[in-house]
């Protein structure tokens, strides 16, 4: 079946503007995570998504970073005023339980210039 | 202070040289272990998920233990194919559901 798809591959941004990064879950999964992951660092959370619960925001860095999930389904991760900091290779991941096993989009690779 | 660090953080193998790829965690309240896979460009490909200590799980190469406060990737007699960064993170009472990673271990294996 389909895996958990991330748009765009690639963004190339320029400090100060806003992007949208975008996450599409394996269908039936109820949970749904963000992570960063930069170079020579491990993965980082971000924020998590369980049902129709208040999402868990405790790993965004900043209050430019926000995350929308619409329908249960879709998630978009939000930089606002980007900077050459959040440079970093985003990844989302879904679950089918809060314990099971994440299953990981290919992530989007960020660049600030 | 890491709560999961991995060691070594690069492993040269030549094909068929067994190793094994060490993970220990500090955090208290284990809910699970996870080891995955990943490829440069790539997100993190699921391999195996730990839930108790004494518990070991198997596929193909690839064999996976647990203690109360590491646990081990074995990889017998690896082929080029097994190249990748491995990576170990831990889910526990205080992390609400996300993963904690470590950084991994980059294996190469050569012909």
């Known amino acids: 079946g389909a895996g958990v798809s991330q748009s765009p591959s690639n963004k190339v941004t320029e400090k100060g503007k806003d992007v949208e990064l975008r996450c599409d879950p394996i269908s039936g999964h109820t949970a749904l995570y963000w992570y960063r992951q930069s170079l020579g660092q491990g993965l980082e959370f971000l924020i998590y998504?369980?049902?129709?619960?208040?999402?868990?925001k405790s790993g965004l860095p900043s209050d430019r970073f926000s995350a929308e999930r619409t329908g249960g389904s879709v998630s978009t991760l939000t930089i606002q005023r980007t900077q050459q900091e959040d440079s970093a290779v985003y990844l989302c991941a879904s679950s089918n339980d809060r314990e099971g096993e994440q299953y990981f989009g290919p992530g989007t690779r960020l660049t600030v210039t | 202070e890491d709560q999961v660090t991995q060691s070594p953080e690069a492993l040269r193998l030549q094909e068929g040289e067994s190793s094994s790829l060490n993970c220990s965690y500090t955090v208290s309240g284990l809910r699970g272990l996870f080891w995955y896979r990943q490829d440069p460009g790539k997100g993190p490909e699921f391999l195996f998920t730990l839930y108790s200590a004494g518990e070991e799980k198997e596929k193909e190469r690839l064999k996976a233990t647990l203690t109360k406060k590491e646990s081990f990737l074995h990889i017998t007699a690896p082929k080029p194919e097994d190249s990748a960064t491995y990576l170990c993170?831990?889910?526990?009472?205080?992390?609400?559901?996300?993963?904690?990673f470590g950084k991994g271990t980059k294996l190469s294996v050569k012909p």
């Open positions: 998504f369980q049902g129709n619960s208040a999402p868990d």
């Open positions: 993170a831990v889910s526990y009472g205080g992390s609400q559901g996300n993963l904690i």
